[in-house]
């Protein structure tokens, strides 16, 4: 059954159409590229799924639900997840600190970080470290993390609002390749298991092909393809427009 689904959404700024006419669906448990080049409205896709933008015009369904005015606050309630970078800010506290941060600021769970639910939130928050590989690092300053670890890390922020749909908006930048494919590896893993549809930005062409279910080509705003890796690898338009051979 379709997770989200995303209606003739439109977006423009001053006199850019940063989105036009988008519309693409994301099942459960499926991973769902969005790729183009610097500007091809990508974020501004993302940004109008997780409620940071309001679009022109157009919906966003989750669920079958009609998000498209809802805040992002309650979108994330409905389980519209998506990953942060740890700020600067937080680099200092350790990761198990980080998720536990996260589990209260979010819908299922109450009290500081300081309060007796600390306990309960530690343990969970060990739980969602080892689910990315970290449990190891729990209380260890993310500041003294490698770049691809803290980058787990913030994975398992994002899990912590056990989100339905998850918004990865360049997830891997900044990583070395094989990182990359180890994200991404662990994220379609955890996707499958946990039924959860992931909507992900990569310049990376062999991450995005190696791990997207469905990709979706962007170009000024539009989407000018829509297919499996296959299918877009071979597409015409495609390859001139963008993969550029
Ligand atoms: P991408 O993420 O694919 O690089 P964006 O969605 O960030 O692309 O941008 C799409 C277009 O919209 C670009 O031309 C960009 O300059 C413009 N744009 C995006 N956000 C804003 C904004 N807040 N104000 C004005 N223009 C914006
Ligand atoms: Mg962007």
Same mark, same amino acid.
């Given at each position: 059954?379709? %997770? ?19 519309? *693409? ?6 991973? !769902? ?12 896709? *993302? ?14 369904? %989750?669920?079958?639900? =009609? ?6 606050? /309650? ?8 990953? *942060? +970078?740890?700020?600067?800010?937080? %680099?200092?506290? #350790? ?19 300081? #309060?007796?639910?600390?306990? &309960?939130? &530690?343990? @969970?928050?060990?739980? $969602? ?21 803290? /980058?787990?890390?913030? !994975? ?7 989100? @339905?749909?998850?918004?990865? =908006? ?7 390749? &094989? ?6 590896? $662990? ?6 298991? +946990?039924?959860?549809?992931?909507? *992900?930005?990569?310049?990376?062409? =062999? ?10 080509? !962007?170009?000024?705003? &539009? ?15 495609? /390859?001139?427009?963008? !993969?550029?051979?």
């Amino acid at each position: 059954m379709t %997770l989200l689904a995303v209606n003739g959404l439109q977006k423009s700024f001053g006199g850019v159409v940063a989105a036009r006419d988008v519309e *693409f669906t994301v099942g459960r448990g499926e991973m !769902l590229a969005v790729i183009g080049p610097n500007g091809a409205g990508k974020s501004t896709v *993302f940004n109008m799924v997780g409620g940071q933008l309001r679009p022109d015009r157009g919906r966003v369904l %989750l669920d079958g639900h =009609d998000i498209t005015h809802a805040s992002p606050q /309650k979108r994330f309630r409905r389980g519209v997840g998506r990953t *942060f +970078q740890v700020a600067q800010t937080f %680099l200092s506290m #350790s990761a198990a600190e980080n998720v536990q941060m996260a589990l209260i600021s979010c819908r299922r769970q109450s009290g500081g970080l300081w #309060s007796p639910a600390r306990e &309960r939130h &530690r343990e @969970k928050a060990v739980q $969602l470290l080892a689910r990315v590989g970290m449990a190891e690092a729990a209380d260890i300053p993310c500041s003294a993390l490698a770049y691809g670890d803290v /980058k787990r890390v913030e !994975l398992a922020i994002a899990l912590a609002g056990e989100p @339905k749909l998850l918004l990865m =908006d360049e997830p891997t930048a900044g990583m070395a390749p &094989r990182e990359r494919t180890e994200l991404m590896d $662990l994220t379609a893993s955890i996707a499958d298991a +946990q039924g959860i549809g992931v909507l *992900f930005t990569e310049h990376d062409m =062999d991450v995005v092909f190696g791990h997207a279910a469905r990709v979706l080509v !962007l170009l000024r705003g &539009r989407i000018i393809a829509a297919g499996t890796p296959d299918e877009i690898r071979r597409n015409e338009e495609v /390859k001139r427009a963008y !993969l550029g051979d």
